[in-house]
């Protein structure tokens, strides 16, 4: 059982608003990931972290950020939101070391800008 | 750069009978893992079967066994005895080694729907 959370599962918010997603693992794991994905489509990585203080963008580029103050806390925030933000998005946290060791996901948080 | 191709967008399979899942990737890396992942339409991400690229054995978990072909860059999910609630998106994942960032690229995805 994956010890991953986000919140809020669903969203819908007016278009220039700030928003932040939260993601908390309590797995002790230094990798974590935000993927963005819109219905049906493929997963698309936009930010990762290798641990405290250690943030990179992904191969899709986004107008979110990230910030990485603790282990267990990767929130990702929309300074001012937009339609074409509406997607879901999912964080994932994996241990290091070994190269097979499992990418666990959250449940996901589904945003609506109108 | 790395990448993941699935082929199929959507595939239809009886239930009881067995399904195989088309993925090939692209990597320049030796070192490198496959993963499979299941997502039902509640949006969350289920790990199915890891396979490394040093593992000579095709990974087994249960119904599900994934066919390893290194030469030809290939990894296909075969899930037996299909069952009506493995009807979801099914997505091929690929993982090159921390020097190259330990990131996790995934596939376009196939949506499997199993009939009665």
């Known amino acids: 059982e994956a010890d991953i959370y986000q919140t809020p599962r669903y969203l819908v918010i007016g278009t220039g608003k700030k928003i932040t997603l939260e993601c908390s693992q309590t797995?002790?794991?230094?990798?974590m990931y935000w993927y963005q994905q819109d219905p049906g489509m493929e997963l698309h990585l936009i930010h990762y972290s290798y641990g405290v203080n250690s943030t990179e963008k992904g191969d899709l580029s986004s107008e979110s950020t990230v910030s990485r103050i603790r282990t267990e806390h990767f929130p990702l925030t929309l300074e001012s939101a937009r339609p074409s933000h509406t997607s879901q998005y999912l964080c994932?946290?994996?241990?290091?070391?070994?190269?097979?060791?499992?990418?666990?996901f959250g449940e996901g948080s589904w945003l609506t800008v109108v | 750069a790395q990448k993941i191709t699935q082929t199929q967008p959507g595939m239809f399979v009886q239930e009881k009978e067995a399904v195989t899942l088309d993925c090939t990737y692209d990597?320049?890396?030796?070192?490198?893992?496959l993963f499979w992942y299941k997502q039902p339409s509640s949006g969350e991400m289920i790990f199915l079967i890891y396979?490394?690229?040093?593992?000579?054995q095709n990974a087994t978990e249960g119904r599900y066994s994934l066919n390893f072909q290194k030469a030809r860059k290939s990894a296909n999910l075969v899930i037996s005895a299909s069952q009506l609630g493995d009807s979801a998106m099914y997505f091929c994942?690929?993982?090159?080694?921390?020097?190259?960032?330990?990131?996790?690229?995934f596939g376009q995805g196939t949506e499997l729907s199993v009939k009665p």
């Open positions: 396979q490394g690229s040093y593992d000579e």
């Open positions: 994942a690929m993982r090159e080694g921390w020097n190259q960032g330990g990131k996790l690229i």
């Open positions: 990597t320049s890396d030796q070192s490198y893992g």
């Open positions: 797995m002790g794991h230094d990798k």
């Open positions: 994932a946290s994996s241990d290091a070391g070994d190269i097979g060791n499992t990418i666990y």
